[in-house]
């Protein structure tokens, strides 16, 4: 039961667009459209971003987007906000088990 | 408005037992998947334990198989967590989650903070 990987770190300008990904393997994300994003600011709980690979709960901007290629899916944020400076957290159904990615923070400068 | 409230963290020492419980309110309880998640201090999520509407399927992440136990009461719209055998590493967070319908979590209560240690 491995984690999924991402990169510790990410960082955009207000405006700009910034892509995290999230790599597993033929077992969790290749192997499922079963991937959900999550932001999580200090202190707060996580909250759903993307479920399904690129579907949008109701309320997140459409400025997130998802996809996946293979084993590894992609949270892009368009037109970076301050607000948008959180930690990101990607997750995947692995057969009777769910990882998550270690995390990534997002940094607006 | 959905409400996710856990309860029952605190200090235990190694080896001792724990059980967290949430209580949920706002939606009808009995129509969803829930479960556990938890974070370490500092660290990233870590799923622990998921169980159908009806008490099953119930499915544990390697890491606390055999020394947690998820059930929960739908009459009192209630998910619990019983932790056995508890380890320095199961010091976390414990948040409850509602499963919005494929292995994704759509509302997360604050957590119940537990700490093991001697």
């Known amino acids: 039961q491995s984690a999924l990987t991402q990169p510790p770190s990410a960082s955009g300008s207000p405006g700009q667009s910034v892509t995290i990904s999230c790599t597993g393997t033929?077992?969790?994300?290749?192997?499922?459209?079963?991937v959900s994003w999550y932001q999580q600011h200090p202190g707060k709980a996580p909250k759903l971003m993307i479920y399904?690979?690129?579907k949008r709960p109701s309320g997140v901007p459409d400025r997130f987007s998802g996809s996946k290629s293979g084993n590894t899916a992609f949270l892009t944020v368009s037109g970076l906000q301050a607000e948008d400076e959180a930690d990101y957290y990607c997750?995947?159904?692995?057969?009777?088990?769910?990882?998550f990615g270690g995390g990534t923070k997002l940094t607006v400068l | 408005q959905v409400q996710l409230v856990e309860s029952g963290g605190g200090l235990v020492k190694p080896g001792g037992s724990l059980t967290l419980s949430c209580a949920a309110s706002?939606?009808?309880?009995?129509?969803?998947?829930m479960s556990w998640i938890r974070q370490a201090p500092g660290k990233g999520l870590e799923w622990v334990s998921y169980?159908?509407?009806?008490?099953?399927?119930?499915y544990y992440a390697d890491s606390v198989k055999g020394r947690f136990t998820i059930s929960r009461d739908n009459a009192k719209k209630s998910l619990y967590l019983q932790m056995s055998s508890l380890r320095a590493d199961d010091t976390a967070l414990y948040y409850c989650?509602?499963?919005?319908?494929?292995?994704?979590?759509?509302?997360w209560g604050q957590g119940t903070l537990v700490t093991v240690s001697s």
């Open positions: 989650a509602r499963e919005r319908g494929n292995y994704d979590f759509d509302y």
């Open positions: 033929s077992s969790d994300v290749g192997g499922y459209n079963y």
């Open positions: 399904d690979v690129n």
């Open positions: 706002g939606f009808t309880f009995s129509d969803y998947y």
């Open positions: 997750s995947s159904y692995a057969g009777n088990n769910i990882l």
């Open positions: 169980i159908g509407t009806s008490g099953s399927p119930i």
